[in-house]
């Protein structure tokens, strides 16, 4: 079975620091990897999303990935944290029928002024 | 358009109580799916409906948990008997079907059971 693994639990970084948040997953087939962020009382909002092709993936609020196969990794990025990614992030895999999503336990983001 | 919503935004019941969690998905996605986020963890699969029928429930923990989807829309998420353990927030997420490939899942923003 897939399986996700979020080592940090918790990240403090300074306001305009750089950010990342690693994810390692098992799975046995080519993955469909994801971020996710939750923000209080929010839904969860995609960032981005690796299919295949190209390793390094953009996303939305100035987030990037890279999808390293040999680590079995897809750690998120941020070049300079800004006061509102405070905030939880999950990564996730999808299943090979590509119906139901599994998460990593989440990292919790706190970003100090 | 709007997106995903749920109903009630919190839930607040005793032990051994019914309660119905209302999801209504995005028009026109025949995908629907229900997760479960406990305190501290990353939400869990339960069930995965296409249109009318539950395709996929092997994520529903045992036979107190049971969802509907009787015109392939909205859907009810039903728990019998709960227990303190059911306490958590859970979210509906729907996505355009049938899963020929992956399809963006979208996200509502949960209904907070808590049980007492």
Do not use: M
Not at chain 2, 50 to 71: I, K
Not at chain 2, 87 to 109: I, K, R, T
Request: glycine content about 10%; some cysteine.
């Amino acid at each position: 079975a897939q399986s996700v693994t979020q080592p940090d639990i918790h990240i403090t970084v300074s306001e305009g620091a750089s950010l990342e948040l690693r994810c390692n997953y098992s799975y046995g087939a080519t993955p469909y990897l994801f971020w996710y962020v939750q923000s209080p009382g929010q839904g969860l909002q995609l960032l981005l999303k690796y299919f295949s092709g190209d390793t390094l993936v953009q996303g939305i609020k100035g987030f990037e990935a890279e999808f390293k196969r040999s680590q079995s990794s897809f750690n998120l990025r941020k070049p300079s944290v800004h006061w509102s990614d405070a905030a939880e992030y999950f990564c996730a895999v999808v299943t090979a029928a590509g119906n139901k999503l599994t998460f990593g336990g989440g990292t919790r983001v706190l970003v100090k002024p | 358009g709007a997106g995903v919503s749920q109903t009630p935004s919190n839930k607040v019941t005793e032990k051994g109580k019914y309660v119905e969690l209302r999801c209504d998905p995005i028009s026109g996605h025949t995908a629907l799916y229900w997760y479960r986020q406990s305190l501290g963890q990353g939400p869990e699969f339960l069930i995965y409906f296409q249109g009318t029928g539950a395709a996929d429930d092997s994520g529903l923990p045992n036979d107190r948990f049971f969802a509907v989807r009787p015109e392939g829309s909205v859907s009810t998420l039903k728990i019998q008997r709960t227990e303190r353990g059911d306490s958590a927030v859970y979210l509906c997420a729907s996505s355009l079907g049938p899963e020929s490939s992956y399809n963006e899942q979208f996200f509502g923003p949960g209904t907070r059971l808590t049980v007492l």
